[in-house]
T-cell receptor
Framework: AQSVTQLGSHVSVSEGALVLLRCNYS??????LFWYVQYPNQGLQLLLKYTSAATLVKGINGFEAEFKKSETSFHLTKPSAHMSDAAEYFC????????????FGTGTQLKVEL | NAGVTQTPKFRVLKTGQSMTLLCAQDMNHEYMYWYRQDPGMGLRLIHY???????AKGEVPDGYNVSRLKKQNFLLGLESAAPSQTSVYFC??????????????FGPGTRLTVT
């Protein structure tokens, strides 16, 4: 069985500062990993995904994440936060086959301050 | 191309009432899912389907039933609503090519309140 842990349910950064949202996974086989973003009163939108190709993955809106097998991590980063990045971010894991079922972390609410 | 749509967007039910949530996708995806989202708990899988006419239980299936009579539609039913089913419900769809896993596409959600 797979699981995901997101450290920090709330993260606050200043506009222009580095954004770092943490995600650690547990999986008995190589996983596929995803980051989704949810803006208020909306559904989830895919930010980026790791599917066993390049370990450094670039996504939309300037976000990227690095898959580190030795640390079982898939942290999300953005060099310079913008006010429009304020949202909730979810890390998720799935395994090949099995209907693409996703296991989500509990989410991290990102606040961006002036 | 509407993607994944959900009907209704909002609903208030009294305890014991029943209702059906409708999810439709126009991307010809094989897989469809129903999740519930509660504060501090992320999204939890209720039921899912890997093809027309098939359904399977997810993490929190009790109190819900589903049907996938047509490939593009996935219905979630509450037979006797309880206050614990107050939540935001999301539908999603996905596909696979050669056994590889791909991302899920989400609908806008249905906010359900049970009083």
């Amino acid at each position: 069985a797979q699981s995901v842990t997101q450290l920090g349910s709330h993260v606050s950064v200043s506009e222009g500062a580095l954004v770092l949202l943490r995600c650690n996974y547990s999986s008995s086989v190589p996983p596929y990993l995803f980051w989704y973003v949810q803006y208020p009163n909306q559904g989830l939108q895919l930010l980026l995904k790791y599917t066993s190709a390049a370990t450094l993955v670039k996504g939309i809106n300037g976000f990227e994440a690095e898959f580190k097998k030795s640390e079982t991590s898939f942290h999300l980063t953005k060099p310079s936060a913008h006010m429009s990045d304020a949202a909730e971010y979810f890390c998720a894991v799935t395994l090949t086959g099995g209907g693409n079922k996703l296991t989500f972390g509990t989410g991290t609410q990102l606040k961006v301050e002036l | 191309n509407a993607g994944v749509t959900q009907t209704p967007k909002f609903r208030v039910l009294k305890t014991g009432q029943s209702m059906t949530l409708l999810c439709a996708q126009d991307m010809n995806h094989e897989y469809m899912y129903w999740y519930r989202q509660d504060p501090g708990m992320g999204l939890r899988l209720i039921h899912y389907s890997v093809g027309e006419g098939t359904t399977a239980k997810g993490e929190v299936p009790d109190g819900y039933n589903v049907s996938r009579l047509k490939k593009q539609n996935f219905l979630l039913g509450l037979e006797s609503a309880a206050p614990s089913q107050t939540s935001v419900y999301f539908c999603a769809s996905s596909f696979t090519i050669g056994g590889a896993s791909y991302e899920q596409y989400f609908g806008p959600g249905t906010r359900l309140t049970v009083t």
